[in-house]
C-alpha cells in the first residue's frame, strides 16, 4: 500500500507483461487508477511501443544437466536502430514427460554498437549455473567484449587482426578465466583470457596464438568432462577432393597442441550446417559433419574421432541420410552425452522448397535413426539461425524464435 498525501505523487516503474499479459509488436497506451469510498486516483496516460527483437546473432550455453533435465542460458544480439542490444534468458525443462521447457523473459544487458556480431556464452563441464556469475562475448570489428551479468559495462580486448570467426562456444572451467578462441585473417588462432575476479586492474590478454594448417570453413570448441579439463578444437576445411576435418587440444596455462587431421574422400561439405563435437570419458574426441555425394542430393552424416594421444582414430563412420530433392540451407548435429557417454546423436536439417499442403519457406527435418526417415515438422517450427539443438531428460528441443511470441522451444 501506497499512501499519498494531498497533492502528492508516487513514480514506480513494473513488468507490463506481468501486469497485462503478453503484448504483440505495435503502438498502445496505458494508464491506472484507483477507486475507493468514491474517490479515484489517475496516473496520466503513457504512450507504450512494444518492438520485435528481431535477433540477428543467437546462442545457448549448457553444461551438465542435473537429472537430465535440459536448462541453460541463451544470449541473442537484437536489431534497435543503429545499435545492437544484448538480451539473455535463462530456460529449464519443466516438464520433461510432455517435452515442455519454460523460458525466462529476455532481460536487457547492454546496447552493443551497429557491428556487434558473433554473440557466445560458456559451455561448461559443470552444471551451467554452478557458476553464479554467467559471462557473454561478442566482436565489433578488431574488438572482442566480454560481459558478466554482474556488470553494467563490458570489458575489451583489441586484436591485432580482423578476426573471421569468435570460436563457440565460449569455455570457462570452475575458478578459472573466460577464455574466447577466435581465428584471424592472418590464418592464427588466438586464445583471449578475461579475467573473471571483476578487478578493474585485472585486464584481458592474448594467451597465446598459433598458426592453423588450413584456413577453416567452420571451426568449434568443446570441454572434455569433469576429471580431465582439457579443451578441444576442431576445425572442418572443404575442398575439390573431399573434407578434412583437423582437431587439437590444449589445457590450463598450455600451449595448443599440433593440429592432426582425418580426410573424407568423394565429399562436399554442407556449409550450412555446423560440425559438432563431443568429447567422450576416456578423452577421445569425436566430431560429426554433413556432407553430400556428387549428385549433391544424397547426404550423410561423417563422424571422425581423434584419441586422447591427438591421433586420429581408424577411418570415418558413415551414416547415410538418403536422397532429399531440396537443397539444406541450415541445421545442426547434437551430441547427448551423459559424464562423456553418448547417449544419442540428433540430427536436424532445414529446406527451403515448400512441402505439399504445408505452406512455404523453410522446413525442419529430422532424422529418425530407427526408422531411417525424415521427420517433417509443420511451418510453425521456426528455428534460429544458425540452428541451435537443446538435449533433455527423453526430448531433444530445437530453439524457435516468431516475432509474435519471442523465443520458445518446440521437442523434436
Known sequence: MVTLAPGASWHGSALLNRLVGELSPGEYRIRGSFAFQGKTVSSPEQPVRVRSLEPKSVHVGQGLRPLDAAEGR????????????????????????????????????????????DVSTVWR???????????????????????????????????????????????????????????????????????????PKSKPRVAWHAQLPAIPDAILAAPAPAGNN????????????????????????????TFQSSHISDATLVKSVPAAMMVDSKGDAHITVLVTAKDGKSYSAVEVKFKNSGAAAGSPAVLSLGSLDESVTGGAVLYVEKAGELQKRDIAVLTQSPERGMGTGSILRRWMANSHAWKVFPPRVTPVDPVILVPGESFSYVLCFAPSQGFFFEPL
Not at 529449464?92 to 515442455?100: Q, S, T
Not at 591485432?160 to 562456444?169: E, F, G, K, L, N
Open 74 to 117: 541463451a544470449v541473442a544480439l537484437t536489431k534497435a536502430g543503429t545499435l545492437s542490444t544484448l538480451v539473455a534468458f535463462n530456460f529449464h525443462e519443466a516438464r520433461p514427460e510432455v517435452g515442455e521447457i519454460e523460458t525466462m523473459p529476455p532481460i536487457t544487458q547492454f546496447n552493443a554498437g551497429p557491428e556487434a556480431t
Open 230 to 257: 582439457s579443451r578441444h578444437i576442431a576445425f572442418v576445411v572443404g575442398g575439390g577432393d573431399g573434407v578434412t576435418v583437423y582437431h587439437s587440444s590444449y589445457m590450463s596455462g598450455g600451449h595448443v597442441g
Open 125 to 199: 563441464n559443470t552444471p551451467v549455473f554452478s557458476e553464479l556469475i554467467q559471462w557473454t562475448a561478442w566482436r565489433e570489428g578488431r574488438e572482442i567484449k566480454a560481459i558478466s551479468d554482474a556488470s553494467t559495462s563490458p570489458d575489451s580486448l583489441t586484436l591485432p587482426v580482423v578476426p573471421t570467426h569468435v570460436v563457440r562456444p565460449l569455455l570457462q572451467f570452475r575458478g578459472e578465466p573466460l577464455e574466447v578462441l577466435v581465428t584471424g585473417k592472418d590464418q592464427q588462432l588466438y586464445l583471449a583470457v578475461f579475467p573473471v575476479d571483476l578487478d
